[in-house]
């Protein structure tokens, strides 16, 4: 006589449970894969922002001098019928960009020119950590009473510690010049540097505290700073005398005077390319007085970031 076994089914207690621990483990996962995920993002994120250093140093070599923003004859103007082009769309044929360069008219031609173009995103400008970078925007200070898009960057080049406004104001600090922080500066780039009226571009002989103790190239969020796009030259520049990470609040985006300066999506802090094509992690504790001598080209102070 054949005997049948019967299975007991899952009591509504072991089945509670054995939810319970699949729940744990998931919650003891997800916090790991983000992390892994950030750190992936944040790799991405140096390698995006060493290319951009390096691509200064080849424009370097062919012209003999850094890139520059702004135009001859520039006037503070955000409009989008001037020539204001940024120092990243000079750079873009030495990041593969050579067609996107010839398609935005630039140097020569206005900023709106060809929409399409500046409306273009360009992979090797965006931070993967930051979500809301891939729309072109048209509440940026690009084009004041004019709607105008434009796409988005998350990389910007130093201006230096000079700065007269707002909470951080440090003053000319030796800066000859209009404007110091915005129309002048203590750092290798900053808005108008390529204005016939201003100080001009910047050579290597320019970088006396030498190109491993100056910061070239950090980051920004557009959600928090209106002034970011890569065609603009009002938008490509920041100060290291307001410290980083800055405000990140949405409401306080147009803040410009406390916010025209260096943040990120990255926990804890930001990328910084220095000027010899290194990468560091520059974390939000970081001495102010430090962070101010590495924003600067011939300040002639001794700092260290480790």
């Avoid at 593969?96 to 173009?117: H, I, K, S, W, Y």
């Avoid at 084009?143 to 000079?162: D, I, L, P, Q, R």
Wanted: with cysteine.
């Amino acid at each position: 006589m054949s005997r049948t076994v019967r299975r007991s089914a899952f009591t509504l207690i072991e089945l509670l449970v054995v939810i319970a621990i699949i729940a744990i483990l998931i919650g003891l996962l997800l916090p790991a894969v983000q992390k892994v995920r950030e750190a992936a993002a944040r790799m991405s994120c140096q390698n995006n922002i060493k290319q951009l250093a390096i691509a200064t140093h080849s424009y370097h070599d062919a012209v003999n001098q850094f890139p520059t923003s702004g135009a001859p004859g520039y006037v503070d103007n955000n409009s989008v019928n001037t020539q204001n082009w940024s120092w990243l769309v000079k750079i873009l044929p030495y990041i593969e960009q050579d067609n996107l360069f010839r398609a935005t008219g630039a140097p020569t031609a206005v900023l709106n020119t060809n929409p399409t173009a500046v409306q273009t995103n360009v992979k090797t400008f965006l931070c993967p950590s930051d979500s809301n970078n891939t729309t072109p925007r048209t509440d940026t200070n690009i084009a004041y009473n004019t709607t105008f898009a434009v796409a988005m960057t998350n990389y910007k080049g130093v201006s230096g510690s000079a700065w007269m406004w707002g909470s951080y104001a440090t003053g000319a600090s030796g800066v000859t010049g209009t404007n110091p922080g915005l129309d002048s500066g203590n750092g290798w780039i900053y808005r108008s540097n390529g204005g016939q009226n201003f100080p001009g571009a910047r050579t290597m002989a320019s970088i006396t505290d030498g190109t491993s103790n100056t910061f070239f190239v950090g980051e920004d969020v557009a959600d928090f700073n209106q002034h970011l796009s890569w065609p603009h030259f009002n938008s490509c520049t920041g100060t290291t005398a307001i410290p980083p990470n800055n405000i990140n609040t949405v409401a306080s985006r147009g803040d410009w005077p406390n916010v025209y300066s260096f943040r990120s999506r990255h926990t804890n802090g930001l990328n910084f390319a220095l000027g010899d094509g290194s990468v560091r992690f520059v974390t939000n504790s970081i001495a102010l007085s430090t962070y101010r001598a590495f924003g600067t080209m011939n300040g002639g102070e001794v700092a260290s970031l480790d």
